[in-house]
């Protein structure tokens, strides 16, 4: 994708996301009070074994892409991460984030406001690892790009962990009874301008946002083209994106998220 174009949609979408952010944080006031114990944690039991089992996150330097409010992040900082950095192109979430991590009480956590696509060169190869939590994929115009960017931030040998929304999913229609209503393999960016408050479901009139489908094989090319080893992937039955969470109870139930690991083979 030309650079105009990957800036434009992701300049919108990210109006779209400072407007969505009051919003959320009305309905997470209670996130100010459960921050400030020594034992919070946002992370699912999956992608908790993964960091601290399987690849050990005490003491090593993290940095979370896209990372919200940041209670992903400041979860990993209470369970031992070294220096973590929480970026997001969003300035109102941004806000949030050094407003929960000051109630948390945290040292050596910082929170910055980059859009992905356009990350300063201070950050090449600067980190063990980074993490990638549930509902970014899709707001990624240039799958290929967003990967090399970040592989970009790790040092050779660091690891990528993604938790995300399995890509079956954009086949579905949300619905009392999600069914299916469109191709695995559908293209065109999605246009919606009801808003982002996927907490309520409640709708809004919102600034426009365009959503990308990448289907599983997307999402492994793109690690492997910029030399990310895949060392563990697993399907999750469980609704972890609340997006379709009725299929979680159907007879034939799709996969609804996956978690993953890649370690950085070279040192670009
Ligand atoms: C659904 S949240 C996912 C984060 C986290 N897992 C959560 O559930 O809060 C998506 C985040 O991606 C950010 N985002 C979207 N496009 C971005 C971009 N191009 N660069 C940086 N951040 C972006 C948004 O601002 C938003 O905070």
């Known amino acids: 994708m030309d650079k105009d174009s990957l800036l434009r949609y992701?300049?919108?979408?990210?109006?779209?996301w400072d407007e969505a952010a009051p919003l959320h944080a009305r309905i997470n006031r209670h996130l100010?009070?459960?921050?400030?114990?020594?034992?919070?944690?946002?992370?699912?039991?999956?992608?908790?074994?993964?960091?601290?089992?399987?690849?050990?996150?005490k003491g090593k330097s993290c940095i979370q892409i896209c990372c919200n409010n940041g209670i992903d992040l400041i979860s990993?900082?209470?369970?031992?991460?070294?220096?973590?950095?929480?970026?997001?192109?969003?300035?109102?979430?941004?806000?949030?984030?050094?407003?929960?991590?000051?109630?948390?009480?945290?040292?050596?956590?910082?929170?910055?406001c980059h859009n992905i696509y356009e990350l300063p060169e201070t950050f090449l190869c600067q980190f063990d690892i980074a993490l990638i939590t549930v509902?970014?994929?899709?707001?990624?115009?240039?799958?290929?790009?967003?990967?090399?960017?970040?592989?970009?931030?790790?040092?050779?040998?660091?690891?990528?962990?993604?938790?995300?929304?399995?890509?079956?999913?954009?086949?579905?229609?949300?619905?009392?009874?999600?069914?299916i209503g469109a191709s695995y393999f559908d293209k065109k960016p999605f246009e919606?301008?009801?808003?982002?408050?996927?907490?309520?479901?409640?709708?809004?009139?919102?600034?426009?946002?365009?959503?990308?489908?990448?289907?599983m094989s997307d999402i492994l090319m793109a690690a492997i083209n910029v030399g990310l080893h895949l060392t563990y992937i697993e399907e999750l039955p469980?609704?972890?994106?609340?997006?379709?969470a009725d299929l979680e109870h159907t007879e034939h139930n799709p996969p609804l998220g996956f978690v993953a690991n890649w370690s950085k083979l070279g040192s670009l």
């Not at 114990?37 to 050990?56: C, G, K, Q, V």
Request: glycine content about 6%; aromatic content about 10%; charged content about 20%.
């Open 32 to 57: 100010l009070q459960e921050v400030q114990n020594a034992h919070y944690s946002n992370l699912d039991t999956h992608l908790t074994r993964l960091l601290l089992e399987t690849i050990d996150i």
């Open 192 to 215: 919606d301008e009801n808003g982002l408050d996927y907490f309520n479901h409640v709708k809004y009139k919102a600034k426009k946002n365009y959503w990308f489908h990448h289907t």
């Open 238 to 244: 469980e609704n972890i994106g609340n997006y379709c």
């Open 76 to 112: 990993l900082k209470k369970k031992g991460a070294g220096y973590c950095l929480g970026i997001d192109g969003s300035q109102q979430f941004i806000d949030k984030a050094q407003t929960l991590s000051a109630a948390a009480n945290l040292k050596a956590i910082e929170f910055q």
């Open 10 to 16: 992701t300049r919108q979408n990210l109006a779209s």
């Open 135 to 179: 509902g970014v994929l899709n707001w990624m115009p240039d799958l290929p790009h967003f990967m090399k960017n970040c592989a970009s931030v790790l040092k050779k040998g660091g690891q990528l962990v993604v938790e995300e929304i399995h890509p079956i999913l954009s086949m579905y229609v949300e619905d009392e009874t999600s069914y």
